[in-house]
């Protein structure tokens, strides 16, 4: 239980690694916030994480509307009285290149996946420092680390998160905060599963994701949270502006 006592907040946690922080969190003894626009779902999540950890509750919001966010932040304080741990998780995704992305794609894409974690990291930041401290963990993605073919918002979305990571991680150090990011690779998310069946061989695309990387396969979700949990925990309390990547060994070619 290394997380008894602790309130965790994650943010796109209706589904894929989302849901599996928010439960890993809830098995650890953390309460969790569920965060996410899917309310039927998310309110599904928050069901199991409250039979795991006894304090769990759901929370729609949009990461990109201040307003929103500043209620969430708002929202745990008065259940809990405090907030130790920030998953900034939400993000949308799209294929296109340079020429074929649209103005208002770019905006959507970098206003949830950079400015929410900005506006949440900015609120839930405040309220930490308010109760002696906590950790922000940002989930990037191997795109942000290499420039991967066909998808410059999102590439540009998660490279500024890792920027990001850093920039913050160095101003709050002295206020207690750590700031920290996971880069996972291609994992089995329905959001993966959803791009591989646009593809016009759905078979072959997946091939192609698998063999991308030397350990020949996608992730999986728990695996990506059982980092999370790791950066967020006491075992990594020296660890702050730190880019771990969990992504088969894609980055290491």
Aim: proline share 2%.
């Amino acid at each position: 239980m290394r997380f008894h006592g602790r309130v965790a907040l994650v943010t796109g946690a209706a589904k894929g690694i989302g849901e599996a922080t928010a439960l890993a969190f809830a098995r650890e003894g953390a309460a969790v916030a569920i965060v996410d626009l899917d309310q039927d779902v998310g309110e599904k999540v928050a069901q199991k994480a409250q039979a795991l950890s006894g304090q769990a509750a759901f929370v729609r919001a949009d990461v990109a509307s201040e307003a929103d966010v500043e209620a969430m932040v708002r929202l745990v304080r008065e259940r809990w009285g405090h907030l130790d741990i920030l998953v900034n998780n939400a993000g949308i995704y799209m294929q296109a290149d340079v020429l074929d992305t649209s103005l208002e794609a770019w905006r959507r894409i970098l206003e949830t996946n950079l400015t929410g974690a900005f506006l949440c990291t900015k609120h839930a930041a405040a309220a930490m420092i308010a109760s002696g401290g906590g950790v922000v963990i940002n989930v990037a993605s191997e795109a942000g680390l290499v420039g991967i073919k066909g998808q410059v918002a999102y590439n540009v979305s998660k490279g500024g998160m890792i920027a990001l990571t850093r920039s913050c991680a160095v101003d709050l150090a002295e206020k207690r905060v750590r700031v920290c990011c996971v880069c996972p690779g291609t994992t089995e998310t329905p959001l993966v599963r959803e791009a591989v069946a646009r593809a016009p061989d759905p078979a072959e695309a997946r091939r192609r994701l698998e063999q991308s990387r030397p350990l020949g396969r996608l992730g999986r979700p728990e695996e990506i949270a059982a980092a999370i949990l790791y950066l967020a925990g006491d075992e990594a309390a020296y660890a702050t502006g730190t880019i771990l990547s969990v992504d088969g060994g894609y980055t290491a070619q």
